[in-house]
């Protein structure tokens, strides 16, 4: 009776051992098919996310085009949407095919919090330099003056601008200090006024130092007669009176314009009898 039982029962066994075998193979199957359908999926996202890709950096480009934006601005602000992009492709497919993305997600931002701060200082200037060459407060060629210096803009990085000076010196400023700063920009328009003070004797006749300004600033050939030139009053202080030329000639011409002016007045007044004076102390001994 035994053996009989043993080999009726072993069928049954036989069958349950078949049969879940065969719910976990089908349960195999479904998981395939599914991972297959999903890496489909994936695949058509990375193809349309990359067009999609594709066609925002040229649209970002074009814009940036026509705004005249620097080359190097446009060539680096479309390598940034580019990995960018790339990684929201990334996650997006990675959460498709059944990958836990929020850990990813969380790494990124733990990365990039750290690196912000240990690139404080240097991000600060590389902003700096992105709105300087957006902006354009200057280009190359332009002379300016901030925080005390002054020189020709000889070079526009991205973290640094370079100057040069007049006796030939290079100054290389950082570029987050620049944007935060007052810049004074001498050539930015085509023409300047030159700005000449002149003192004469109260002696002398206003009238007569006047008329020979007037006629030595007439006389220089650097004069844009087209312009609101004057000589003026400017000012009546303790031991002169003050005359101000106020004449304006091209950007180019400024200083052969300041320096010839200065020579000519002074040799015209002399030339006229119109003293320029000068600071003089008088000491007087008493004595006992």
């Known amino acids: 009776m035994f053996f009989v039982g043993t080999a009726v029962d072993a069928p049954e066994e036989l069958n349950q051992e078949v049969s879940k075998l065969s719910g976990y ?20 996202i990375f193809f349309i996310g990359k067009l999609i890709l594709r066609a925002l950096r040229k649209i970002l480009r074009n814009i940036f085009n026509r705004s005249s934006v620097d080359v190097g601005v446009v060539r680096f602000i479309d390598s940034i949407v580019k990995v960018l992009g790339y990684i929201i492709i990334l996650i997006v497919i990675c959460s498709q095919i059944g990958i836990q993305t929020t850990s990813f997600i969380t790494l990124l931002g733990t990365a990039g919090v750290s690196v912000g701060l240990a690139l404080q200082g240097s991000l600060s200037n590389f902003a700096g330099g992105v709105l300087i060459l957006i902006a354009k407060p200057f280009v190359v060629g332009d002379y300016i003056a901030v925080e005390g210096t002054e020189g020709t803009v000889q070079k526009i ?8 000076t007049v006796d030939n010196k290079v100054i290389t400023l950082p570029n987050g200090n620049l944007a935060n700063s007052v810049v004074t920009n001498y050539t ?15 002696e002398d006749s206003i009238n007569h130092a006047l008329s ?25 202080s303790d031991h002169s009176v003050t005359l101000q030329i106020r004449m304006w000639v ?30 003089q102390v008088d000491v007087h001994l008493i004595e006992k």
Request: net charge negative.
């Open 212 to 236: 020979i300004a007037t006629e030595v600033m007439n006389r220089c050939e650097y004069l844009l007669e087209d312009r609101e030139n004057q000589v003026v009053v400017r000012e009546l």
């Open 250 to 279: 091209s950007t180019e011409d400024y200083w052969k314009a300041y320096f010839s002016m200065n020579q000519n007045i002074k040799e015209a007044f002399d030339e006229k009898g119109i003293h320029i004076p000068y600071n």
């Open 157 to 164: 990085d991205i973290i640094y601008t370079q100057l040069s």
């Open 188 to 202: 930015k328009e085509a023409v300047r006024r030159v700005d000449l003070s002149v003192g004469i004797h109260y």
């Open 25 to 44: 193979m089908d349960g195999i199957m479904d998981k395939a098919f599914e991972f297959g359908v999903n890496l489909l999926i994936a695949v058509v």
